[in-house]
Structure formats: structure tokens, C-alpha cells
């Protein structure tokens, strides 16, 4: 059987090319071979012409994938980036919740929230160009190679924040004097140990180039012309143009998609190149993108710029460690690195608290394969994104308070260290077929049932128990049968 | 010997209506509710909430002044002071309403966005509606506004001054207009080419709600005349039409907190514990929710101590509490100060106070400050109802309940305390916040407690009903806000139950 390579399996970076106006730089001349692969590139001594997207596609090389059509490589690229929005939202949600009531936590939530958005901007982008909407996850690769960095659940602590700066950041020689003085021994301290981080934002970069029109700079995003990337490489018609009069989530649609609480998270309808570009040039400046023009948003503050207020804030140093431990998982979920929840009843709970973000998955999913100019579809698509909400907003916010106010192991406590949810996939593989969707989200919500079950049997405490028969009377209001 | 004089409430609440003359006054003793206002003062619970031609009444807030008096031992003695016999008190109100021309509320994180305008291609000198009032003083006064205030020009009407009988001032708001008629409204609306409209920001709409400081000079024969300047303030907010149940933090808590008050170390269950319990009971009346039923309403066992049973009951409505109410209600936080005080009568550290009829409690200016506070949600500040976020801010505080006169940073924003400043950030128009953001999911909601989500259409109903029935979008909550009915107690006096009343026939459940 041909093993199908994941999307990201496909990119392959570009060799980096020559800076032969480069000075080396005072990282490079510490010997470290790796280190050199990093440059600090100033602005007298890189042409102007680069930019400072040009100096990190220098640095990392320009991603590609080889073969394919440039319709092919945007749809390749776009399901990787979707899978690595998914991933990491998930990974700052888990950081946000795992400091409490720090200030911290809202200002790491409002940066998930917005990755929410941009994966739900992803999701139009990817239906625009012809190719159906994506939930995978990027840890769901056999063997991710282009990760920003290894999946994993971790708690907000100085290494991990210094990781997201690492995923978030422009280029050195764009930011303040102040951050770059932060990042430099952060880069050299990543680099001496040999992890490469490739910035997400440059995969935002190719497709920008890929959805221009043609080799023109653009007013918005001028740079992206001037990078060296293959020229005339565009993509011509979008197969899938129409979605945004149907499929694809609109702003606009009542209150479905919860548009008030973006969040400012980029949420747009994609139904014209314009539109797809004005979409890649906003997620890209929001959260990952190594870009300098100016945006629509000029304060909206980036998330690296988010990251590294909080990494520069005297009170983050003096957070007291967190008790939450790194990559929980339960028995038969595996993780050789992780932590065995073996509470039998928070156990019980992050089971029920996987199923019901698997739930939440399957049914926005399950809501954007419905038309919503149809009179019959938009009330099932209505009801299946109702659910997500429900899921998001109600389950998983009040599973996660009994999970963490249990201890992760047996016999343990919580201040020695807290169990907390594990965000397990089980494998899941979202069909693209509407009636196929319907008969997962039922298998899900048997599934679920059978999980609250055990956890009632687990003998919760009054609130937990209230909280689990509240999910169950819900179940039953979905399938009454 | 000093004297003191302090104008109370700190914070005053009045509410929009579009009752021509027809009022009543914000609450003023803790526990008791709006008031009728009468000619001797006497306490008495506001009979209804529209007049008799179906109009919603507005609500005034009452200012009144209290002289604090410390003798030689340090002991202080208060009293209030009216008009006559010499005696004048001279009011003076700034208001505004500078909503259209703030920045897009985004979220808690950012109340204001000041990079992005809601009105970013009109003038702010045009978009601010800013009336000026002359003084007010005597008996039974009355002065509008001259000029009135204006938004692009046109009038709006953000209320008038009144005195009472003994010359205390009554600040009623406006009528609830919203407008204008002909532009989108709403999440995801917009007007082609520009930014998406959101439930809290819709170019190119005003509304009429508006807040500012309240001054005044007291003129007792023999005594220096005293000048206090923006020394209280006032909040023109939306209707409450759930006015006997409260927010479980209401803006007391918040802003009590916000100015240091510390909690007692022994809480008292009647005073401290009971006002959260009962305010979680109560969003039976207006929401659904399975959460709210759940809450026990054995008063007498919470507040029993050194009883295995009491003690668990204790136990498992502090998680309810703690855990479940806190995830039902949205963008909801207890105060650290709620925290002790539950926290600590669930171990068993309170005062065993019940007492199931309480008598009517005096007029204090404590409880004038607690009862006008105590009306208004302190949670889910997304952006509010009355107040957002910013009355977290302890620098707003120059003492409890008092806005600071001295400029202050929030949320990396500078705050010059100046008329419209509380309510800028508020929806704008509110009709939209109130018509979207019932509920954030069918399991979590927002304030129930003065923007009713299910009720009961009458004593003998089984089953709750819609309360925007036959309200199908945000157009029609502004054109029929004054149809919608107010959740009142039936019968009238009882506690409850509370129930649905003098909702407009042209808006029937169906």
C-alpha cells in the first residue's frame, strides 16, 4: 500500500539563498555550526530590496513543493497550515488554562481564540481553492517535520513561552532594540541545541505569492514580490470560488459563528482573490507572520508582541511553577514523555473531556458541509455549530475545573501536581460526506455516553456529578433516540 | 470637632423609559428594591414598572447629602442635610454620552481599541452628546438641558434634572432612543466596504445612556458654604427589567474590591453569605437552566453549623457555586473578597445569623452606597450592562464608590475622569448587545439577572417561555424595548415567585 504523505510531509524548504553582502554576524563567529545557520542581519548590510521577509526566508530557505501545480501546492499548504493552527491553539489554550488566574491567562486565551479564527479563516481558504475543510492536527503526521515545534501540552513556563516567541517571531531586524536584546540568547540558546524552528508565517508568505494575480508587488504586502519566490507561479481560477455564498462560515451569519467574541481574530468569507489575500496578509501579520508593512490593524498588538509583554513582565519571572504536568494522557493513549493521569476518576474525566472536543470537531465540521443558502441545511448547520459552541463554551470549560481540581496520580495531591485534560484525537478521521458526518457524531455521543458513565461510576463529588448528568440530558436532547 | 459633607450614593444608577413624566426612584436600602417616591419618605416597593399607558417608567437616581460629624473623642455622628430653613443645596450635572465616538469595544482585554474608531470618518465633535445643564437647587425644580445634546447634528435627549420635596436632586435619563433606523446593525452586518459590525460596536448608531459627575454647593446658615466637586457620579443605564434578581457579583462587589474594602474575617451568613445564595437561586426567574434550581434554597441548614449535614450541604453548594454557576454564567468571576467569604462559611468560619424576615433596615449612607451598587451586574463585561470593565480598575477609586478627579492608565490606555467616560466602552447601541447576547451557548449565559432569557408568563405557568419572543431582530428590540415585560413578584409584596407582567399584547408568546 502507497503510504499518502500528510500535508506537511510534502513541503520541502528551499536551499537558502547567497548573502554574499553579509557580514558574519557575532553568532555565527561562536564556532556553532548550527548557530550559523541563524544570522543577524542588519539593515546596513542587507540590500533594501529583501526586506526583512527576504532575510528569513535567507535563513530558513523557501518552502516548496515540488511537482504540483500551484493551485496543488496553495491546497497542500493550506492544509498544512490548517493542521498547525489547530495545534496550536490547542497547545496556548492548554498554557492559558494552566495559570489559573494569573492576568497572564486572558491574554494567552485571547491569543488561542484568535488562532481559533485564523482556523476558521483557513478553513474558507482551503474551501475556496476546491479542497474541503480540514481538522486534522498536526501531531496526527506519522512524522512531522516542519513542526514550528513538536506537538505537546505543557504549562506556562519560561522555556515553553520562549518556544511560542520562537514561532511567532519576526525577523530580528524588524523588532525594537528591547526584543531583539530578549530573543538573541533565546536563538542562540535554541540554536546550540540544534532546534530548528521554521516560522510558520513563511508558509503565509508562499501563499500569499501563490494567490497574487501575477509578479506585481501588492500595496498591502509589497515584499512578498521582491523575495525571490518562482516567478509567474499563480494560481489561475479557483475551483471552489462559489463556497463563500455557501459553504464556507460568513461573519454574517446571525450569530452562529460567534463573531462578537473574536476577539479581533482574522475571520473573513473568502470569495475572491482580493479577499484570499486581504485573509493570508492578516493572519500572517496577526500571529506568525514575518511581516512589516503596514496592516490594517497597525496596534493590534501581534501575538509575538503578546508573547514578549508577558515574557518581559517582572511578574511573569516570579509565577510560582505550575502544578500542571506536560502531556497528559491516560492508559492505552501513550506518550513515553508525557504524564499518566492515574486518578481513576480524573481519568474517567479527561476521557469524557477528549470526547467531548472530539465532538466539538466533528461538529463544526459536520456544519460547514451543509449550504447555507439552502432553507433545509442552514438550521442542521446552525444546530451543528450550535453544538461546538456548546462543547467549547460549556463542556470542555466546565470539565476542565473538575479535572484540575483532582489529583493526576493516584494517592497524590493536587499541589504536588493537578491532573488536567488531554486533548486526545483517538485517531479521529472527519469524513467529508454530510451523512457520513451525521453518523460519526452519533458514534461520538454513544461514545461520550459510555464515558460520563464510567466517570458517574467513579463517584464524583456534587458539582463534577451535576456537570456530567447536565452533558448527558444534552446527549439526549441531540439523539432522543 | 470636623465636619464632612459627602454626597450618596457614591455611584448613582438611573435607567432609560419612555414614560413621558412617569418615575420611580433606584433602590436605597439594601434588600428592598426600586421605591416609589413619597412624600414622607416612607420606603414603599414600586407598584409597576410602566404607566398606565404602557410606557416603561424611567428610574431616577437619588442624590442625596449626609454632614459627618467626628467630636473630640473621635466619635462620628452622620445626618442627612436637606433644603429649607436656610439651608440650600445647589446641584450640578455634567453628562454625556461619548459612545459613538470611542474606540470598538473588543474584549475585557481591550474595552477600547483606540486604533480603531467605531466612527472612524465623522468628527468626534460630532459624535458626542454632550447637553449642558444649569444648576439645580430648592424644592420640586426641574431643568432640561439647554443646549440639548446632539449626534451628527440631530438632538438627543439624555434626560433632565429634578429635585425632591426637600431639594435632594433626582437625575432621570433618556427615553431610549436608538438610532438611526436605516443603518446595519449587529454581528457580521456592516456597511459595504467597511469594518463588520459586532454585537458591541455598529457604525454610524447612537443611543442615549450617559454618565457624569455630580457636584454640589451647601449653603448652611452660619457656615462656610461647602463645595463638592464631582464628588459623586451618575450612570444612565439600559432598563433592568428583571429587577428583583441580581447579578451573583453585582457592581457592589466589584467596585468594593476594586477600592480595597476588605472582607470580614468572619463572615456573617445573613449579610455576606446569603445576598450570593439567593442571587444564584433567583436566575430561576429569568433563565431555564437546570444550574439554578440546583442551588439550595434551605436557608436555615446552610446556616447551620456543627451538623455533618449542613456541613456537606455546605460543601457541595460551594462547588456548585465555585464550579458550575461560575462556567454557566459567562466571562464570570467571583471577587477575592466573595471567595473569602464562601470559602470561609463553607469551612465553617461564619456567623449563624439567618434571620428569614429581616426588618426593613434604616437609611444609611453605607446602605445607600450598597443598595444603588447592588442593582447592577459585576460580571460578564463583555461589555456590561450598567459598567464594564473598567470598574475593576482600583485606580479609578479615590475611596469606595468615589471616581477619582486625577487622570489614571487602564489597560494601557490613559482614563480622564470626565462625563461619558464609564458608559464610552458600553454596546452602542445596547439594544444590540441586549438582543444578541442572551446566551453565549445553550448552557452558558450572560445577565440574566436584568436581561431575562426564559420566563414564567404567569403564577400558574409550568414551563418558562423566550422573553424576546416575537422579537425577531435587533430593529424590532429597539423599536418595541418599552413592549417587553419587566419579572416581577406575584403576588405583589411576596419574595415569589417572580414572574413575568405588564408585557405589551402586540408582543404575545406565542
Known amino acids: 500500500m502507497v503510504r499518502q504523505l500528510r500535508p506537511w510531509q510534502k513541503i520541502t524548504w528551499g536551499k537558502p539563498r547567497p548573502l554574499a553582502t553579509l557580514r558574519p554576524s557575532p553568532l555565527a563567529s561562536l564556532g556553532n555550526a548550527v548557530a550559523g545557520f541563524w544570522r543577524t542581519i542588519t539593515k546596513a548590510t542587507l540590500p533594501s530590496a529583501l526586506g526583512s521577509l527576504g532575510s528569513a526566508l535567507d535563513a530558513y530557505g523557501s518552502p516548496t513543493v515540488p511537482g504540483v501545480s500551484a493551485l496543488e501546492e496553495a491546497q497542500i499548504f493550506l492544509s498544512a497550515g490548517a493542521e498547525v493552527e489547530h495545534a496550536l491553539l490547542v497547545e496556548y489554550l492548554y498554557a492559558a488554562w494552566s495559570l489559573g488566574t494569573s492576568p497572564f491567562a486572558d491574554t494567552v486565551s485571547t491569543i488561542a481564540i484568535q488562532e481559533m479564527c485564523h482556523l476558521i479563516t483557513v478553513q474558507n481558504l482551503l474551501m475556496f481553492v476546491g479542497s474541503q475543510p480540514s481538522f486534522s492536527r498536526q501531531d496526527q503526521d506519522e512524522a512531522p517535520c516542519l513542526d514550528p515545534f513538536p506537538f505537546s501540552l505543557r504549562p506556562l513556563a519560561k522555556a515553553v513561552l520562549e518556544d511560542f516567541l520562537l514561532t511567532e517571531m519576526p525577523p530580528l531586524e524588524s523588532m525594537i532594540a528591547g526584543d531583539r536584546v530578549t530573543m538573541e540568547p533565546i536563538l542562540r540558546s535554541h540554536s546550540s541545541q540544534g532546534n530548528t524552528v521554521h516560522p510558520v508565517g ?45 459553504f464556507q462560515a460568513d461573519p454574517q451569519e446571525g450569530t452562529t459563528w460567534h463573531f462578537g467574541s473574536t476577539a479581533q481574530g482574522v475571520f473573513e468569507t473568502i470569495d475572491s482573490r482580493q479577499a484570499a489575500l486581504r485573509a493570508i496578509f492578516e493572519i500572517a501579520a496577526q500571529g506568525e507572520g514575518p511581516v512589516s508593512a503596514p496592516t490594517t490593524q497597525p496596534t493590534e498588538p501581534s501575538h509575538f508582541r503578546r508573547f514578549m509583554d508577558i515574557y518581559q513582565d517582572p511578574t511573569f519571572a516570579g509565577l510560582s511553577p505550575s502544578n500542571w504536568p506536560i502531556n497528559p494522557y491516560v492508559a492505552n493513549q501513550g506518550a513515553p514523555s508525557g504524564t499518566q493521569v492515574t486518578h481513576p476518576l480524573a481519568a474517567a474525566l479527561c476521557r469524557v473531556f477528549d470526547r467531548r472536543y472530539q465532538i466539538l470537531l466533528a461538529s463544526l465540521r459536520a456544519s460547514l458541509s451543509h449550504d447555507r443558502t439552502s432553507a433545509q441545511d442552514i438550521i442542521i448547520r446552525t444546530k451543528y455549530a450550535s453544538w461546538a459552541f456548546e462543547e467549547m463554551l460549556g463542556s470542555l470549560k466546565a470539565l476542565l475545573g473538575s479535572i484540575s481540581r483532582l489529583p493526576c496520580q493516584q494517592g497524590g495531591s493536587v499541589a504536588q501536581r493537578a491532573a488536567a485534560p488531554t486533548f486526545n ?54 439523539f432522543p433516540n | 470637632m470636623t465636619k464632612e459633607y ?218 462656610t458654604d461647602q463645595v463638592l466637586t464631582n464628588a459623586a457620579w451618575v450612570i444612565v443605564a439600559p432598563p433592568d427589567y428583571a429587577p428583583y434578581t441580581n447579578g451573583i457579583t453585582t457592581l457592589y462587589d466589584v467596585a468594593s474590591f476594586a477600592a480595597g474594602m476588605k472582607p470580614p474575617a468572619t463572615p456573617s451568613f445573613q449579610n455576606d453569605v446569603l445576598p450570593i445564595l439567593k442571587a444564584a437561586a433567583g436566575l430561576r426567574w429569568v433563565s431555564s437552566l ?22 456537606q450541604l455546605r460543601s457541595d453548594t460551594l462547588g456548585l457555586l465555585l464550579n458550575n454557576v461560575a462556567s454557566t454564567l459567562a466571562n464570570f468571576r467571583f471577587t477575592d473578597n466573595q471567595l ?101 451557548s445553550e448552557t452558558t449565559v450572560w445577565w440574566p439577572a436584568q436581561r431575562p432569557i426564559e420566563v414564567f408568563v404567569d403564577a400558574t405557568a409550568q414551563t418558562q417561555r423566550p422573553w424576546t419572543d416575537s422579537i425577531p431582530t435587533h430593529q424590532a428590540l429597539i423599536d418595541k424595548f418599552s413592549k417587553l415585560g419587566f419579572v416581577e413578584p406575584l403576588p405583589r409584596g411576596g419574595p415569589e415567585p417572580l414572574v413575568e407582567a405588564e408585557r405589551d399584547p402586540s408582543i404575545p408568546h406565542p
Request: glycine share 10%.
Open chain 1, 202 to 246: 513563511l508558509i503565509y508568505a508562499k501563499l500569499y505569492w501563490l494567490f497574487q494575480e501575477d509578479d506585481t508587488p501588492t500595496k498591502d504586502w509589497p515584499e512578498v514580490a521582491r523575495s525571490g519566490f518562482e516567478p509567474g507561479r499563480h494560481i489561475g481560477t479557483f475551483p471552489g470560488a462559489a463556497s463563500g455564498a455557501t
Open chain 2, 340 to 440: 473569602h467569604v464562601l470559602n470561609n462559611w463553607a469551612n465553617g468560619n461564619f456567623l449563624s445569623d439567618f434571620d428569614p424576615n429581616p426588618p426593613t433596615p434604616p437609611l444609611t449612607p453605607d446602605g445607600i452606597d450598597r443598595a444603588s451598587l447592588s442593582q447592577a451586574v459585576g460580571g460578564g463585561f463583555f461589555p456590561g450592562i450598567e459598567a464594564g470593565i473598567l470598574m475593576t480598575s482600583p485606580d479609578m477609586y479615590s475611596a469606595p464608590f468615589r471616581v477619582t478627579n486625577k487622570l489614571f492608565t487602564f489597560k494601557g490606555v490613559p482614563r480622564n475622569p470626565h462625563a461619558g467616560l464609564i458608559t464610552r466602552n458600553m454596546a452602542c447601541p445596547w439594544q444590540s448587545d441586549f438582543f444578541e447576547c442572551e446566551k453565549q
Open chain 2, 290 to 311: 437546570a444550574i439554578w434550581t440546583a442551588i439550595s434554597t434551605d436557608y436555615l441548614q446552610l446556616s447551620t453549623k456543627g451538623d455533618a449535614t449542613a456541613d
Open chain 1, 425 to 478: 484525537l483517538d485517531g479521529l478521521a472527519l469524513p467529508n460526506n454530510a451523512a457520513d458526518l451525521d453518523k460519526v457524531l452519533l458514534q461520538l455521543h454513544q461514545s461520550a455516553a459510555a464515558d460520563i458513565n464510567t466517570a458517574l461510576a467513579a463517584r464524583p463529588d456534587a458539582s463534577t456529578a451535576f456537570t456530567l448528568k447536565g452533558m448527558q440530558q444534552t446527549d439526549r436532547g441531540r
Open chain 2, 6 to 223: 459627602k454626597i450618596y450614593p457614591g455611584i448613582g444608577i438611573s435607567r432609560l423609559g419612555d414614560s413621558p413624566d412617569s418615575f420611580f426612584l433606584s433602590p436605597e436600602l439594601p434588600g428592598l428594591g426600586p421605591l416609589e417616591l413619597t412624600a414622607d419618605d416612607s420606603p414603599k416597593s414600586v407598584g409597576n414598572y410602566k404607566d398606565a399607558n404602557g410606557f416603561v417608567r424611567r428610574q431616577a437616581a437619588r442624590f442625596r447629602i449626609f454632614e459627618f460629624d467626628t467630636d473630640g473623642t473621635g466619635r462620628t455622628t452622620s445626618r442627612e442635610i436637606i433644603s429649607g430653613s436656610g439651608t440650600q443645596i445647589e446641584w450640578r450635572v455634567e453628562l454625556a454620552n461619548e459612545k459613538s465616538a470611542a474606540g470598538k469595544f473588543i474584549n475585557e482585554d481591550v474595552p477600547e481599541d483606540t486604533a480603531k474608531l467605531r466612527n472612524p470618518d465623522v468628527a468626534q465633535s460630532d459624535l458626542v452628546i454632550k447637553p449642558v445643564y444649569a444648576p439645580i437647587s430648592g424644592a420640586n425644580q426641574t431643568v432640561t438641558a439647554s443646549p440639548d445634546g446632539k449626534f451628527r447634528g440631530q438632538a438627543v435627549y439624555l434626560g433632565e434634572l429634578r429635585t425632591d420635596s426637600k431639594g435632594r436632586l433626582m437625575m432621570l435619563g433618556g427615553r431610549g432612543v436608538s438610532g438611526p433606523r436605516d443603518l446595519p446593525i449587529g454581528s457580521g452586518s456592516g456597511i459595504p466596504g467597511h469594518p463588520h459590525n459586532t454585537f458591541a460596536n455598529n457604525e454610524g448608531w447612537h443611543d442615549d445612556v450617559a454618565d457624569g459627575p455630580i457636584s454640589a454647593t451647601i449653603h448652611i446658615p452660619g457656615q
